[in-house]
């Protein structure tokens, strides 16, 4: 990506984004792929940067481990496997094995449903591979703790078996001496030591001469001297001596691992890249945690259209401070690419354009962005910027010359690709002289179809906003009440300066400002207070409309609960009817279980038993139930042609009818929720709830039926 001027990334605090990118990576690799971020214009390869992120973003969110633990900085060792003749020591051995094992490791982590959910990640390891001959080539000769193996060569385990036993020998002898010493009262309180790699007793330095031996040397206070026995003189040349043959031997055993290893040099290598690359991605995801980051949709054409987008240094600044930070939502595209700001100074006009020119930087450099996902936007070609005082003391120009200079540029290379940023557009000269300038170099702009935004305090470019075809207005949100600014952008029209609002905000004596006032020309002062009451009366409509939406959102709440509950009561009802239903056909089913065996037992008694007679009876009372059913049935009806039901709660002396067997009754005794009704001679004990109180028909009514 082309950018004008050459300190424009800084300007837009890109650096600072790259440092904070930086301090994430853990290895020498990541950093310097954060350290060499580049700006891309293809937009396939900055949808896979961005997937990359995204997935792995998604990863440290639902906690899944990914094998990269290993920080692993290996080009030193990469680079002596490429060298003939080169040794690498057991310690950088053992670091290669880490280096295939986390290989390993990530190749297992795509497996066959993880390929497709993580498929920008598992392109980073695509062309690869794990070998597994590297790692059972170093086990081979290395343990654990990446010392060479006894079996590593026959010749090296005769040298190790020979070196046990002569040290051995050397320690009987020396324990013997030292029993010795011990006796005659020579030795110091250390007893003994290595000095030169040899083993040596202490002694009292007045002894010294009693002891034969080589004296290696005396302690600072020259109080305690350090003497290797005459006896074990011989058999440590021959520890030493069997020492130097295994060290050459494991050179050797090291030499021809090296070269067994370095054929496989270019997949290490390829490795370490990989390795480096996830810890640059795993980078960007976290930054992407940091600045509340997300993918937002490209689009194949140049387009911006930025839902609550923030600036991701004042977000973190205000986090810092616990403070609020104010989205902002900017929609360029082929009809409206120009967009000019206005509004009171400290209002927020300058961030606004850095936001949405440090967002286009970050997206184009592959990193996720803080806006919100529905965002849209498309690639550009080249950005360029002019922000505050551009006086350059080297060429002799002054603010406004240089400001003129860079706005020729903007107009010689600017095309539909181009995305400028333009702050102050026409200050440092006479405000109608500048004003119309500014104009002409904004129709240039409009013309060649390049994509930006404006900031000014001209009326005439609020005014020329709505003239010129692609070119709007915005201002940006400020409280008269409290004459503090909101923050926030107001697209599709012009904003106030505030001057008059300000300056009585920080105390200026009345009188001034009222001679201020009649010295700025009639129409001018009236089109500022139309656009500050303009400025106002909208904020009291998105208030209310706020407002509105909030009354919605809870209509549709209680709504949808209603919904809910009408839902669940309906099931509950369909619920207690299959219940029913089916407890009436279960008592059903048991009654005719009950005498299907009660028949066939009858059945089996008959065949059984001579008395006959017996069995018959049997059988009647068994089916007496359905002769009882029938006499009650026959009841009911002469109980229903001689009294009338006529409800009511029942007392006692009332005449109540039993509503499970249909006979009629005197109510005698009320027990709590039981009844006691005389029926001719019995008194029998019912539910309350079961009695229903009736009178007696008149004779001609009943004699007539």
Same mark, same amino acid.
């Not at 702050?423 to 390049?450: C, Q, T, W, Y």
């Not at 009366?537 to 609960?561: S, T």
């Not at 009654?591 to 059945?603: G, P, S, T």
């Given at each position: 990506?082309?950018?004008?001027?050459?300190?424009?990334?800084?300007?837009?605090?890109?650096?600072?984004?790259?440092?904070?990118?930086?301090?994430?990576?853990?290895? =020498?690799?990541?950093?310097?792929?954060?350290?060499?971020?580049?700006?891309?214009?293809?937009?396939?390869?900055?949808?896979?940067?961005? %997937?990359?992120?995204?997935?792995?973003?998604?990863?440290?969110?639902?906690?899944?481990?990914?094998?990269?633990?290993?920080?692993?900085?290996?080009?030193?060792?990469?680079?002596?496997? $490429?060298?003939?003749?080169?040794?690498?020591?057991?310690?950088?051995?053992?670091?290669?094995?880490?280096?295939?094992?986390?290989?390993?490791?990530?190749?297992?982590?795509?497996?066959?449903?993880?390929?497709?959910?993580?498929?920008?990640?598992?392109?980073?390891?695509?062309?690869?591979?794990?070998?597994?001959?590297?790692?059972?080539?170093?086990?081979?000769?290395?343990?654990?703790?990446?010392?060479?193996?006894?079996?590593?060569?026959? =010749?090296?385990?005769? @040298?190790?078996?020979?070196?046990?036993?002569?040290?051995?020998?050397?320690?009987?002898?020396?324990?013997?001496?030292?029993?010795?010493?011990?006796?005659?009262?020579?030795?110091?309180?250390?007893?003994?030591?290595?000095?030169?790699?040899?083993?040596?007793?202490?002694?009292?330095?007045?002894?010294?001469?009693?002891?034969?031996?080589?004296?290696?040397?005396?302690?600072?206070?020259?109080?305690?001297?350090?003497?290797?026995?005459?006896?074990?003189?011989?058999?440590?040349?021959?520890?030493?001596?069997?020492?130097?043959?295994? $060290?050459?031997?494991?050179?050797?055993?090291?030499?021809?691992?090296?070269?067994?290893?370095?054929?496989?040099?270019?997949?290490?290598?390829?490795?370490?890249?990989?390795?480096?690359?996830?810890?640059?991605?795993?980078?960007?995801?976290?930054?992407?945690?940091?600045?509340?980051? $997300?993918?937002?949709?490209?689009?194949?054409?140049?387009?911006?259209?930025?839902?609550?987008?923030?600036?991701?240094?004042?977000?973190?600044?205000?986090?810092?401070?616990?403070?609020?930070?104010?989205?902002?939502?900017?929609?360029?595209?082929?009809?409206?690419?120009?967009?000019?700001?206005?509004?009171?100074?400290?209002?927020?006009?300058?961030?606004?354009?850095?936001?949405?020119?440090?967002?286009?930087?970050?997206?184009?450099?592959?990193?996720?962005?803080?806006?919100?996902?529905?965002?849209?936007?498309?690639?550009?070609?080249?950005?360029? @910027?002019?922000?505050?005082?551009?006086?350059?003391?080297?060429?002799?120009?002054?603010?406004?010359?240089?400001?003129?200079?860079?706005?020729?540029?903007?107009?010689?290379?600017? $095309?539909?690709?181009?995305?400028?940023?333009?702050?102050?557009?026409?200050?440092?000269?006479?405000?109608?002289?500048?004003?119309?300038?500014?104009?002409?170099?904004?129709?240039?702009?409009?013309?060649?179809?390049?994509?930006?935004?404006?900031?000014?305090?001209?009326?005439?470019?609020?005014?020329?906003?709505?003239?010129?075809?692609?070119?709007?207005?915005?201002?940006?949100?400020?409280?008269?009440?409290?004459?503090?600014?909101?923050?926030?952008?107001?697209?599709?029209?012009?904003?106030?300066?505030?001057?008059?609002?300000?300056?009585?905000?920080?105390?200026?004596?009345?009188?001034?400002?009222?001679?201020?006032?009649?010295?700025?020309?009639?129409?001018?002062?009236?089109?500022?207070?139309?656009?500050?009451?303009?400025?106002?009366?909208?904020?009291?409509?998105?208030?209310?409309?706020?407002?509105?939406?909030?009354?919605?959102? =809870?209509?549709?709440?209680?709504?949808?609960?209603?919904?809910?509950?009408?839902?669940?009561?309906?099931?509950?009802?369909?619920?207690?009817?299959?219940?029913?239903?089916?407890?009436?056909?279960?008592?059903?089913?048991?009654?005719?279980?009950?005498?299907?065996?009660?028949?066939?037992?009858?059945?089996?008694?008959?065949?059984?038993?001579?008395?006959? %007679?017996?069995?018959?009876?049997?059988?009647?009372?068994?089916?007496?139930?359905?002769?009882?059913?029938?006499?009650?049935?026959?009841?009911?009806?002469?109980?229903?042609?001689?009294?009338?039901?006529?409800?009511?709660?029942?007392?006692?002396?009332?005449?109540?009818?039993?509503?499970?067997?249909?006979?009629?009754?005197?109510?005698?005794?009320?027990?709590?929720?039981?009844?006691?009704?005389?029926?001719?001679?019995?008194?029998?004990?019912?539910?309350?709830?079961?009695?229903?109180?009736?009178?007696?028909?008149?004779?001609?009514?009943?004699?007539?039926?």
């Amino acid at each position: 990506m082309k950018y004008f001027p050459d300190s424009a990334l800084v300007q837009l605090e890109f650096d600072k984004i790259r440092n904070l990118l930086e301090e994430h990576c853990k290895t =020498e690799l990541g950093k310097q792929m954060a350290g060499d971020l580049r700006l891309h214009t293809h937009i396939d390869y900055v949808k896979a940067a961005l %997937q990359q992120a995204h997935e792995y973003k998604q990863l440290l969110l639902l906690q899944e481990h990914f094998p990269n633990d290993y920080i692993l900085n290996l080009k030193s060792e990469l680079r002596l496997l $490429n060298i003939q003749g080169a040794v690498l020591t057991g310690d950088q051995f053992m670091l290669l094995r880490k280096l295939a094992e986390s290989m390993h490791s990530i190749v297992r982590f795509f497996d066959h449903d993880r390929r497709v959910t993580y498929s920008a990640l598992f392109e980073v390891i695509k062309d690869t591979y794990y070998e597994k001959k590297i790692t059972a080539l170093i086990d081979e000769v290395l343990d654990e703790n990446g010392q060479v193996r006894d079996n590593a060569t026959p =010749e090296l385990a005769k @040298i190790r078996m020979s070196l046990y036993r002569k040290r051995n020998e050397v320690r009987r002898a020396f324990d013997r001496i030292l029993q010795k010493l011990t006796k005659l009262g020579y030795l110091a309180d250390i007893e003994e030591a290595f000095l030169n790699g040899r083993r040596v007793v202490a002694i009292f330095a007045e002894n010294k001469r009693m002891v034969k031996g080589i004296l290696h040397g005396e302690s600072d206070t020259r109080r305690t001297a350090f003497l290797e026995p005459e006896e074990t003189i011989e058999l440590n040349n021959d520890v030493f001596a069997l020492e130097r043959e295994e $060290n050459k031997e494991i050179y050797k055993i090291l030499r021809t691992l090296t070269a067994a290893v370095s054929k496989h040099s270019v997949l290490l290598e390829g490795y370490h890249n990989i390795l480096g690359t996830f810890d640059f991605i795993r980078a960007k995801a976290r930054l992407a945690l940091d600045i509340n980051g $997300n993918f937002p949709m490209l689009v194949p054409h140049a387009q911006l259209h930025l839902v609550e987008a923030y600036h991701p240094l004042l977000l973190l600044y205000n986090r810092r401070n616990s403070k609020p930070t104010v989205p902002i939502s900017v929609t360029l595209d082929k009809n409206h690419h120009i967009l000019v700001i206005s509004g009171p100074n400290a209002g927020g006009k300058t961030v606004t354009l850095k936001t949405v020119g440090l967002i286009q930087l970050m997206l184009q450099a592959g990193l996720l962005i803080p806006v919100h996902p529905t965002s849209q936007i498309g690639i550009f070609k080249q950005l360029m @910027i002019h922000i505050g005082d551009t006086q350059s003391i080297e060429f002799e120009l002054s603010t406004y010359s240089s400001h003129l200079k860079n706005m020729k540029h903007f107009m010689e290379e600017a $095309n539909g690709k181009t995305l400028f940023f333009i702050d102050e557009l026409g200050s440092g000269s006479d405000p109608n002289l500048g004003g119309a300038f500014a104009e002409v170099i904004m129709e240039e702009l409009a013309r060649k179809h390049a994509f930006g935004i404006v900031t000014t305090h001209y009326l005439n470019l609020k005014v020329m906003a709505n003239k010129v075809k692609g070119i709007m207005n915005a201002a940006m949100g400020f409280d008269e009440e409290t004459l503090l600014p909101l923050y926030k952008l107001l697209v599709g029209k012009p904003g106030s300066s505030y001057t008059f609002a300000i300056a009585q905000r920080i105390g200026l004596p009345k009188p001034l400002i009222e001679r201020a006032r009649k010295l700025v020309d009639e129409d001018h002062f009236r089109l500022d207070k139309l656009l500050n009451k303009a400025e106002q009366d909208l904020q009291k409509v998105e208030a209310k409309e706020k407002e509105l939406q909030k009354l919605l959102r =809870e209509n549709e709440r209680l709504k949808r609960e209603y919904e809910t509950l009408a839902d669940k009561e309906r099931k509950h009802q369909q619920v207690t009817l299959l219940k029913l239903q089916n407890k009436i056909r279960e008592d059903e089913i048991n009654y005719l279980k009950d005498m299907e065996r009660k028949m066939k037992q009858i059945v089996i008694e008959w065949k059984r038993t001579d008395d006959k %007679q017996k069995v018959v009876k049997q059988a009647e009372a068994l089916l007496f139930k359905k002769k009882e059913k029938a006499i009650n049935e026959k009841m009911e009806k002469k109980v229903q042609d001689r009294f009338q039901e006529i409800g009511g709660a029942a007392k006692l002396g009332d005449q109540v009818k039993i509503i499970s067997n249909g006979q009629v009754g005197k109510l005698i005794e009320i027990r709590d929720k039981r009844a006691i009704v005389q029926l001719g001679k019995i008194p029998i004990n019912v539910k309350l709830n079961d009695l229903v109180v009736v009178k007696e028909k008149p004779k001609e009514k009943a004699e007539a039926k």
